[in-house]
């Protein structure tokens, strides 16, 4: 399994950006679930998003909710985060990660823990300039 996250770049605060990221083995997809992390220079890795690839549903990050979207496209095998109103603070490396879902009942919250993702990215820098 492969994740491929691209779309990063430069862009001035209020403006917007789509990342991408396409994921190998389709198979795969309907058992896991999709996030998105990032990690600012100096700073942790931190949570932005997951999807459910089966349901469709998502949950966000406190700090993104309102202006970040995910979503996925079956047919392509790949999920996009819409970054829009970006923030100077918003700049970071963004990753892609897929989580096994174990467990129809397993909360949403459980995939804000980078523990729970089994494989990544390489990562791609967006950089909110003010």
């Known amino acids: 399994v492969q994740l491929q996250a691209s779309g990063g770049g430069l862009v001035q605060a209020g403006g917007s950006l789509r990342l991408s990221c396409e994921v190998s083995?389709?198979?795969?997809?309907?058992?896991?679930?999709m996030g998105w992390f990032r990690q600012a220079p100096g700073k942790e890795r931190v949570f932005v998003g997951v999807?459910?690839?089966?349901?469709?549903?998502?949950h966000y990050g406190d700090s993104v909710k309102g202006r970040f979207t995910i979503s996925r496209d079956n047919a392509k095998n790949t999920m996009y985060l819409q970054m829009d109103s970006l923030k100077p603070e918003d700049t970071a490396v963004y990753y892609c990660?897929?989580?096994?879902?174990?467990?129809?009942?397993?909360?949403?919250?459980?995939?804000?823990?980078?523990?729970?993702?089994?494989?990544w990215g390489q990562g791609t820098q967006v950089t909110v300039s003010s």
């Open positions: 990660a897929a989580a096994p879902v174990r467990s129809v009942i397993t909360p949403m919250t459980r995939f804000e823990s980078e523990s729970a993702y089994d494989y």
């Open positions: 999807i459910s690839w089966s349901r469709g549903s998502t």
């Open positions: 083995g389709r198979a795969f997809l309907s058992s896991h679930v």
